[in-house]
């Protein structure tokens, strides 16, 4: 059993910043890789960014630049700092893990992000 709790979003201005958490618990199991996925309504999830537990990044194109991606594998959690937010932006972001020998995948329940013109 792994358990995400996501945290940090909201509406922000076009221009600003905003910080997501993704704090991920498992009582067996070692936590791999993090990831944050964003999806627009009608658009495919995208990958926003992801990093190994050695602190290895890869963005998608559209937030190079703009965001970084961190953890603290002490805690197992993961942060998203979003600089120069556009509306395009707009999307609910999820957070997703690796988790055991196996690398599972388990996802968070996402947290919408509000970028206003």
Known sequence: QVDLVESGGGLVQAGGSLRLSCAASSR???INRMSWYRQAPGKQRELVATITTGGSTNYGDAVKGR????RDNAVNTMYLEMNTL???DTAVYLCNVKVGLRDADYWGQGTQVTVSS
């Open 28 to 30: 067996r199991f070692s």
């Open 67 to 70: 965001f970084t991606v961190s």
């Open 86 to 88: 556009k509306p395009e």
